[in-house]
């Protein structure tokens, strides 16, 4: 029978070696101002996103991000995904630009129609009859009708240069729904940056999404991703407290879910230094269901704990702890592995929109399961050791009214 309690330092130790590492980089992040360690996307920092496919196929994320630096951006970043589109990502700029005034509707001033004055006719000699002339009034007089006034209805083609009335319709709003907006931005500052990559690397064939975030809604997502964690962990510490009626038991599943966000945290921060690699607004729900899945299978060793402390009563805690792991040891592997293989073939197959997100859970769950079966128990069996020595040390120690009598 394998003795995991028994080994339970090696297993300690093995997880201080990968979470020490990450701890490191993950400090790196306020010393060095975020050039270093976690690497946030504009979801948490603020900013523009831009995805855009050139016409030239050979242009490369090298050269767009040159022209970029060139124009006043030297923070952005690019990558150029499979299907030929270069996902950007600028400091927050005006996607709108200057409203131009409305242009004044020509009015049409009615002239009065003139009216026909009498002229004396010619005068005739005697026997002739004179022809009648046409009545002035059998002509129509001409009407002043206004000019039809032509209004520009906005469209999202760009004005052409030069011209004083350019439709506030070009100007793009912001959408982060892909698709959203699939024409080229010609005003404000997006337009400027549009104008310059079109003139040095060739037209612009496509747009897949525009959008910007401001930082005061970039702050409430920090706030609002703090509370969710810290509210989730309290609330599953109080509720396995509850349920076995033993606050080590939820104390040693929270310090578990600790080891699993360290080392997903951990393991991002070094990928962010080393990689650019980003954490994005999906992370914080890949780091709930990494919790979540983590504590479930910390509850089923509980459990078993629980039931084979009344089956096998009187013996040592260490032992009843290790059957229980050992029994429980097939479910938690099986299940974790069918998971690891779903997640591994969404990494490979299923685009970048979700990379970083499938990343967090595959590294989150195979963290969650390893620490469910070799931390969270083995340190339930040390809180306990240690409270079982000293009720003894307290219970073998004489009082000293006793020894005196």
Sequence with gaps: MFDIIGKRRWFFAFSLLITIPGLIFILLTPLTGGKE??????????????????????VTAEQVRAQLVTLGQPDATVAKTG??????RLSKLDLRGTEPSPTPIPTVVATPTPVPTATPGPTLAPGQTATPAPSPSATPAPTASPAPTTTSAPTASPAPSGSPAASPGASPSASPIPGAITQVPTEGEIGRIATALQTALGPISGQASLSSIGAVVSTDLINQAIVLILVGSLGILGWITLRFRDV????????????DV?????????LGTLFDVQIDGLFVTAMLTVIGFSVHDTIVVFDRVRENRVRHAGEPFAEIVNHSLLQTFGRSVTTSFTVVLTLTALLLFGGSATEEFVLALLIGIISGTYS??????PLLVVWQEWEDRKRGRLSGTPSPRRASA
């Design 37 to 58: 360690g976690l690497k946030f996307s504009i979801d948490y920092t603020g900013g523009t996103t831009w995805s855009i496919k050139f016409a030239n196929p050979g």
């Design 83 to 88: 299907t030929g589109f270069f996902d950007i």
């Design 248 to 259: 080590k038991m939820g104390v040693t599943a929270l310090i578990a879910l600790l080891h």
């Design 262 to 270: 360290i080392v997903v945290l951990g393991i991002f921060a070094i």
């Design 372 to 377: 469910s079966i070799f931390n969270a128990s």
